[in-house]
């Protein structure tokens, strides 16, 4: 990040992570990046979904440098010491790491042949795909596995899986939409009463996997590409504080 240097600031992962989002494609306010500068160089980067009362406590006891904050607006500047940088990055992260048109997911999922469903001011936030011929008990344990669990399901008439549609949104004409392009089964993380009467007569099946489990994934993938982009990082997903 830094040339000829170990030292990694704040500024440098936020410019890193401009790039891997692609904030261009945003409007400024929802671009995310430095949300509490600090000039103190980042060994350790801690990744969490908000913060909590614990926040103060768990900076200490992990020996953090910088924090990830996916929902940064609770914060409050007591929390912190005043050298710990904050750098936040949401509707961004959402559609890039969660329920959305997310390579990493489709690798994990086994999907190829990407194509885009569903757009949002021109940015794509789902996929569909071919997977491997399974069976739905197959895939729903796959999900299982993936995600640490399920909310909801609504089982498949089709015997055998081999296209998939995963999407955060889900609205009666994106529910059509992935049938009538050859999905058996629609992946997202809530079940919308909208979607209802699609889903019953499209047969789809439907595995809500939930936000929340959504997003921890997406922290997950995200200590991976970090840790990927620079070697000397250290970076803690952080669930419990």
């Keep these: 990040m830094t040339a000829g240097s170990n030292l990694i ?5 936020a410019e890193f992570l ?23 160089a980042v060994k350790r980067l801690g990744l969490l979904l ?6 103060h406590k768990c900076v200490r006891t992990q020996n953090l440098d910088a924090l990830f904050l996916h929902r940064p607006w609770k914060l409050e500047p007591e929390q912190l010491a005043p050298d710990i940088g904050v750098i936040s990055y949401h509707l961004p992260f959402d559609e890039r790491l969660t329920f959305s048109f997310n390579s990493r997911l489709a690798e994990v999922l086994g999907m190829s042949g990407l194509e885009v469903l569903g757009d949002k001011d021109g940015r794509a936030i789902g996929m569909i795909g071919d997977v491997p ?22 089982p498949a008439e ?3 899986v081999t296209r998939i549609a995963v999407i955060g949104a889900m609205t009666d004409l994106l529910v059509r939409e992935a049938a009538s392009r050859g ?36 922290l997950r993938a995200l200590a991976g590409v970090l840790r990927e982009r620079c070697s000397s990082l250290e970076v803690v997903v952080l669930q419990n504080f």
Aim: hydrophobic fraction near 35%; charge should be negative.
């Design 18 to 40: 401009n790039q891997f989002f692609a904030v261009e494609r945003y409007s400024q306010e929802e671009r995310g990046g430095v949300y509490l500068p600090s000039t103190r």
């Design 50 to 55: 908000e913060p909590s009362a614990q926040l």
């Design 133 to 154: 011929t399974q069976s739905f008990a197959h895939l729903c344990n796959c999900v299982n596995q993936i995600f640490g669990g399920y909310e909801q399901v609504r």
């Design 9 to 13: 600031s704040l500024e440098d992962i």
């Design 183 to 218: 999905a058996h089964v629609y992946i997202t993380g809530q079940l919308r009463q909208p979607a209802e009467q699609a889903m019953q007569e499209t047969k789809i099946a439907v595995i809500a996997v939930g936000h929340r489990q959504g997003e921890v994934w997406g």
């Design 158 to 160: 089709a015997t055998e």
